[in-house]
């Protein structure tokens, strides 16, 4: 099955400081988003993003689907970003795989 | 509008026993899935439903199945609890469910199996 990679595993950033994170997958997809997960297991959706670049806010993302990769960007970022960020593929059989998610922590 | 809905929030089970887990979908949304997520790690698929036939299939044994009704909620049923199923059990809801729409998840039931 498809394997999702993201990186890196974990991140400490000053509040305002900005910050790249990155997702890897190894086959064709139909679907790529993005979400955030908070202390309370809730997972809000990002970014619906199979190709192309979107952004909402102080979050941006890209992804470049012919080469594997997407890329979330997050600018001045806050203590209220801090959690987990999860990348998700979702493949031609519709299977859709989690990676292991980047720790975000923003200190004030 | 309400969100996707799931229930129960917190449960405790015993080994051996067996547990079902309900959702709610959005309202409009045809397609549910659900999700497996263990401390630490990041959501495994267990199972795809859309229009009340299973689309797709995780790599869990035959002790969990699932099911979708005609208005669309979903139960997912886990027999013979292990302590290893403790876990936060997240259901998701789609339009379609193809892989060519944004998936929204409910909040989740946390099992603790003990």
């Known amino acids: 099955g498809i394997q999702v990679e993201q990186s890196p595993p974990d991140l400490i950033l000053q509040e305002g400081a900005n910050s790249t994170l990155r997702c890897n997958f190894s086959?064709?997809?139909?679907?790529l988003q993005w979400f955030h997960q908070n202390p309370w297991g809730q997972l809000i959706n990002l970014f619906y993003?199979?190709?192309g670049t979107k952004q909402n806010g102080r979050l941006s993302a890209t992804t470049v689907a012919t080469e594997r990769y997407s890329l979330l960007y997050i600018s001045s970022s806050q203590t209220t970003d801090s959690g987990v960020y999860f990348c998700?593929?979702?493949?031609?059989?519709?299977?859709?795989?989690f990676g292991a998610g980047t720790r975000l922590t923003v200190k004030p | 509008d309400a969100g996707v809905t799931q229930s129960p929030t917190h449960l405790i089970k015993t080994r051996g026993q067996h547990v079902t887990l309900r959702c709610s979908p959005i309202?409009?949304?045809?397609?549910v899935s659900w999700y497996q997520q263990v401390l630490g790690q990041g959501p495994q698929f267990i199972f795809q439903?859309?229009?009340?036939?299973?689309?797709g299939r995780g790599n869990f044994p035959d002790r969990f199945s699932a099911r979708q009704f005609p208005n669309y909620s979903s139960e997912l049923n886990v027999n013979a609890l292990l302590l290893g199923d403790s876990a936060l059990y997240l259901c998701?809801?789609?339009?379609?469910?193809?892989?060519?729409?944004?998936?929204?998840f409910g909040e989740g039931s946390w099992l603790t199996v003990v």
């Open positions: 993003i199979p190709s």
């Open positions: 998701a809801s789609s339009l379609a469910g193809e892989g060519l729409d944004t998936i929204y």
């Open positions: 439903y859309y229009e009340k036939e299973e689309r």
């Open positions: 309202s409009g949304h045809k397609s």
């Open positions: 998700a593929a979702e493949t031609l059989d519709n299977d859709m795989r």
């Open positions: 086959d064709s997809v139909n679907n």
